[in-house]
């Protein structure tokens, strides 16, 4: 079992940053592939960014695209997500999660395994 934890969410105004992590415990998650997803209140949960087990992979949705960046450090069994020109469209719970079979990066949730529990990003405008 794998369990994800996030934390670094918070209150910030539009045009700031944050930074999330998403520290995992339970097993080494080096060679598997990780993603941020997003749900805002009374919107489906989505896809934001997702890195393959090396970093060689990256992928992003449009509306995060040359604002936030995803990274790893498998030393440390860890991912962030780095999120600079917040908008008020970002407010949203973010999570984290794992993926342990299939293609090594993926866009769409059913295909991860492990969830965290979310952290709260709110924006004001």
């Known amino acids: 079992q794998v369990q994800l934890v996030e934390s670094g969410g918070g209150l910030v105004q539009a045009g700031g940053s944050l930074r999330l992590s998403c520290a995992a415990s339970?097993?080494?998650?080096?060679?598997?592939?990780m993603g941020w997803f997003r749900q805002a209140p009374g919107k489906e949960r989505e896809f934001v960014a997702t890195?393959?087990?090396?970093?060689?992979?990256?992928f992003y949705a449009d509306s995060v695209k040359g604002r936030f960046t995803i990274s790893r450090d498998n030393a440390k069994n860890t991912l962030y997500l780095q999120m600079n020109s917040l908008k008020p469209s970002d407010t949203a719970v973010y999570y984290c999660?794992?993926?342990?079979?299939?293609?090594?990066?993926?866009?769409?949730?059913?295909?991860?395994?492990?969830w965290g529990q979310g952290t709260q990003v709110s924006v004001s405008s």
């Open positions: 890195i393959n087990w090396d970093s060689s992979i990256t």
């Open positions: 999660a794992a993926k342990t079979s299939g293609l090594n990066w993926g866009t769409v949730g059913s295909g991860y395994d492990y």
């Open positions: 339970g097993r080494t998650v080096s060679n598997y592939g």
